[in-house]
T-cell receptor
Framework: AQSVAQPEDQVNVAEGNPLTVKCTYS??????LFWYVQYPNRGLQFLLK??????LVKGSYGFEAEFNKSQTSFHLKKPSALVSDSALYFC????????????FGKGTRLHILP | ETGVTQTPRHLVMGMTNKKSLKCEQH?????MYWYKQSAKKPLELMFV???????ENNSVPSRFSPECPNSSHLFLHLHTLQPEDSALYLC????????????????FGPGTRLTVT
C-alpha cells in the first residue's frame, strides 16, 4: 500500500538559515509526489510536485524539493528561511491504485525564529 | 483565494440540526473532493466526484451526504452530527483530461470550521 511519512512533528530554523522538511514515501510503481503548505485558518496550498524528469523540483515561494529514488525521499528545502515561511507542511503521494486518492503525511510544523 | 471558495467559513450546529456546506471552484476543474481535517490526525478523504459522478466514498457515515450538481459546485449536507464530527472540512478540486486518466494536483479552499455542540 502507498504511504508517506514525515518523521518530524516540528522543525525550528533561524531566519536566514537553510531549511529542510523531511519526507519519505512507499509506493508500488513510479511515485507522484507533492508538497503542500497550510497557514493558520487556511486551506492547503500547492507548492510543488514531482512526476518525472529532473530530481530537483522548483516550486512556489522559493521552495524546492529533491527526489531521491534510492532513499525513497522527497525532502522540501529552501536556501534562506523567512519568518513568513512558518506554517504546517504536508508531503503527499498519489495512490496509483486509486488514481484520485492522494495520501497525505501527518504534517510538519515549521517555525522560523526571528 | 478566489480559486476555490467555501461557505460558511465557520459553523456551529447542534446535534439535531441540518445544515449544508458549499464549495465552488472557479478553475475550470472537473474533479472535486471533500476532506476532513481533525487536530492531530492525518487529512481524511471523504468523497470524490469526477465529471459530476461520485467515484469514492471513503466509509463515511450516512449523516454526511454529498451533492455535486455540476462540475463547479459541491455540497456537503449534514444532519444529526456528533461532537466528534467537529473539524475543519476542506474542499478541493483538480483537472483530469478524461474519465480514465489521472488527475493533476489538487487545489484547496479555505475550509469550513465546524463545531457540533
Amino acid at each position: 500500500a502507498q504511504s508517506v511519512a514525515q518523521p518530524e512533528d516540528q522543525v525550528n530554523v533561524a531566519e536566514g538559515n537553510p531549511l529542510t522538511v523531511k519526507c519519505t514515501y512507499s509506493v508500488s510503481g513510479n511515485p507522484y509526489l507533492f508538497w503542500y503548505v497550510q497557514y493558520p485558518n487556511r486551506g492547503l496550498q500547492f507548492l510543488l510536485k514531482y512526476i518525472t524528469g529532473d530530481n530537483l523540483v522548483k516550486g512556489s515561494y522559493g521552495f524546492e524539493a529533491e527526489f531521491n529514488k534510492s532513499q525513497t525521499s522527497f525532502h522540501l528545502k529552501k536556501p534562506s528561511a523567512l519568518v513568513s515561511d512558518s506554517a504546517l507542511y504536508f508531503c503527499a503521494v498519489r495512490d496509483m491504485n486509486r488514481d484520485d486518492k492522494i495520501i497525505f503525511g501527518k504534517g510538519t510544523r515549521l517555525h522560523i525564529l526571528p | 483565494e478566489t480559486g476555490v471558495t467555501q461557505t460558511p467559513r465557520h459553523l456551529v450546529m447542534g446535534m439535531t440540526n441540518k445544515k449544508s456546506l458549499k464549495c465552488e471552484q472557479h478553475l475550470g476543474h472537473n474533479a472535486m473532493y471533500w476532506y476532513k481535517q481533525s487536530a492531530k490526525k492525518p487529512l481524511e478523504l471523504m468523497f470524490v466526484y469526477n465529471f459530476k459522478e461520485q467515484t469514492e466514498n471513503n466509509s463515511v457515515p450516512s449523516r454526511f451526504s454529498p451533492e455535486c450538481p455540476n462540475s463547479s459546485h459541491l455540497f456537503l449536507h449534514l444532519h444529526t452530527l456528533q461532537p466528534e464530527d467537529s473539524a475543519l472540512y476542506l474542499c478541493a478540486s483538480s483537472f483530469r483530461q478524461g474519465p480514465k486518466t489521472l488527475s493533476y494536483e489538487q487545489y484547496f479552499g479555505p475550509g469550513t470550521r465546524l463545531t457540533v455542540t
